[in-house]
């Protein structure tokens, strides 16, 4: 029924082992290294790369884009090519996105024929089938529902995650599943030939995107950029940093609503800090230093858990004993804006302990600068208000 993840068994290249520089290529939601088309397409791409560079190229192959981005915080690449998340992660660790490919990916909810459910509300406690964790179909899914305040583990009866992205139509042909999430015109294609119906769509994104080291050669770049703009089996665009870091954005965004908090925005925040409430950061001690906003106290969140509204805060650690000791005491917490998850943790966690007026400021740090309002750099303060 499906394609083999086979076993890469060859090089997509073969240079000498003095390469300077060094190519990733990770592979897309429906892509599978063991194929031989597949493998001619990026061995073809390569040699473009390498003619354009001017200097032997060597070629890292990742299945699991998690694995890619975590690699490429250590720069063990130059450049990589891959799902629009993992150039979107990669902004932070200093790679800037120069392309992204012309076909893009919508994830969408579907039902079996006969099924009574209109939208994702009507899902509720359902079996779902979801496409791999790390997957761009599987990210764009899972952004809507953090995006709604929806936690798929506790809002459905079972969430199942598929390596394969057809394995999740698949079960609904055999009534595994009562809702599967796939891509949109592999789902389309499935309700026309099955019955059935789409009740949901997410945002769209580019399917892949190219990144380079900031500080590969900028005449190299452009040359390699030209180059693949004129390759035949991807079909790229130039790309920008903003549109990737929108991306980014809406992959990894918080709720915009939080249970037992306010939400406020930068203008709202700003009018209670002035009125006296304190006002607590829970980002690392560096990006605390770097700046932010003044009167600030310094209470760092430990994150492990996942970056979901049901998250497991057992593995995480804050400072509950430095938030005010009178618990119906009004305070403000922020962290790195809408991606950042540690101040909705923390408001969470508070919430849980009994404090009764958290005012959660989602946007954040880059919010308050956004907007033009003063900052403070320094050290954090030894002691935190009570």
Same mark, same amino acid.
């Given at each position: 029924?499906?394609?083999?993840?086979?076993?890469?068994?060859?090089?997509?290249?073969?240079?000498?082992?003095?390469?300077?520089?060094?190519?990733?290529?990770?592979?897309?939601?429906?892509?599978?290294?063991?194929?031989?088309?597949?493998?001619?397409k990026?061995?073809?791409?390569?040699?473009i790369?390498?003619?354009?560079?001017?200097?032997?190229?060597?070629?890292?192959?990742?299945?699991?884009?998690?694995?890619?981005?975590?690699?490429?915080?250590?720069?063990?690449?130059?450049?990589?090519?891959?799902?629009?998340?993992?150039?979107?992660?990669?902004?932070?660790?200093?790679?800037?996105?120069?392309?992204?490919?012309?076909?893009?990916?919508?994830?969408?909810?579907?039902?079996?024929?006969?099924?009574?459910?209109?939208?994702?509300?009507?899902a509720?406690?359902?079996?779902?089938?979801?496409?791999?964790? $790390?997957s /761009?179909?599987?990210?764009? &899914?899972?952004a809507?529902? !953090?995006? +709604?305040?929806?936690?798929?583990?506790?809002y *459905? =009866?079972?969430?199942?995650?598929?390596?394969?992205?057809?394995?999740?139509?698949?079960?609904?042909?055999?009534?595994?599943y009562?809702?599967?999430?796939?891509?949109?015109d592999?789902?389309?294609?499935?309700?026309?030939?099955?019955?059935?119906?789409?009740?949901?769509?997410?945002?769209?994104?580019?399917?892949?995107?190219?990144?380079v080291? $900031?500080? /590969?050669?900028?005449?190299? &770049?452009?040359k390699?950029? !030209?180059? +693949?703009?004129?390759?035949?089996?991807?079909? *790229? =665009?130039?790309?920008?940093?903003?549109e990737?870091?929108?991306?980014?954005?809406?992959?990894?965004?918080?709720?915009?609503v939080?249970?037992?908090?306010?939400?406020?925005?930068?203008?709202?925040?700003?009018?209670?800090?002035?009125?006296?409430?304190?006002?607590?950061?829970?980002?690392?001690?560096?990006?605390?230093?770097?700046?932010?906003i003044?009167?600030a106290?310094?209470?760092?969140?430990?994150?492990?858990?996942?970056?979901?509204?049901?998250?497991?805060g057992?593995?995480?650690?804050?400072?509950?004993?430095?938030?005010?000791?009178?618990?119906?005491?009004?305070?403000?917490?922020?962290?790195?804006?809408?991606?950042?998850?540690?101040?909705y943790?923390?408001a969470?966690?508070?919430?849980?302990?009994?404090?009764?007026?958290?005012?959660?400021?989602?946007?954040?740090?880059?919010?308050?600068?956004?907007?033009?309002?003063?900052?403070?750099?320094?050290k954090?303060?030894?002691?935190?208000?009570?």
């Amino acid at each position: 029924m499906f394609k083999l993840l086979l076993p890469l068994y060859f090089a997509a290249v073969s240079f000498p082992a003095s390469a300077q520089l060094t190519l990733a290529i990770v592979r897309g939601d429906n892509e599978y290294l063991g194929d031989l088309e597949t493998h001619k397409k990026y061995d073809r791409l390569s040699q473009i790369i390498q003619d354009a560079a001017g200097e032997p190229v060597k070629v890292k192959f990742y299945r699991d884009a998690f694995f890619a981005i975590k690699r490429g915080k250590t720069g063990e690449f130059d450049m990589v090519l891959g799902p629009s998340q993992v150039a979107a992660n990669l902004i932070k660790f200093k790679y800037s996105p120069l392309l992204k490919s012309v076909d893009l990916v919508t994830a969408v909810y579907v039902t079996p024929p006969g099924s009574g459910t209109g939208s994702l509300q009507d899902a509720r406690g359902m079996k779902v089938g979801m496409p791999h964790y $790390e997957s /761009l179909t599987g990210g764009l &899914a899972r952004a809507q529902l !953090n995006e +709604m305040g929806i936690s798929g583990k506790k809002y *459905f =009866a079972e969430l199942h995650y598929q390596p394969v992205s057809e394995a999740t139509l698949y079960g609904l042909n055999i009534g595994r599943y009562d809702v599967a999430v796939a891509d949109a015109d592999m789902a389309q294609a499935w309700v026309k030939k099955n019955g059935g119906k789409i009740i949901a769509k997410t945002s769209t994104s580019p399917s892949k995107a190219f990144s380079v080291k $900031e500080t /590969l050669n900028p005449s190299q &770049a452009d040359k390699i950029k !030209n180059a +693949m703009l004129n390759h035949d089996s991807i079909r *790229f =665009a130039s790309a920008e940093k903003s549109e990737f870091k929108k991306i980014g954005s809406m992959l990894n965004t918080t709720p915009t609503v939080l249970p037992g908090a306010r939400v406020v925005q930068a203008a709202q925040a700003k009018i209670l800090i002035g009125q006296g409430i304190p006002v607590y950061d829970v980002r690392m001690k560096e990006e605390f230093q770097d700046g932010h906003i003044p009167g600030a106290i310094h209470v760092p969140y430990n994150e492990s858990s996942a970056k979901e509204p049901e998250f497991d805060g057992s593995s995480d650690s804050f400072e509950l004993d430095k938030l005010p000791q009178d618990k119906k005491t009004a305070l403000i917490m922020y962290c790195d804006g809408t991606t950042c998850w540690k101040s909705y943790k923390s408001a969470i966690m508070a919430a849980k302990n009994g404090w009764k007026n958290i005012i959660w400021f989602r946007g954040g740090f880059p919010e308050w600068k956004a907007a033009g309002y003063s900052v403070e750099s320094g050290k954090p303060n030894k002691t935190a208000s009570k």
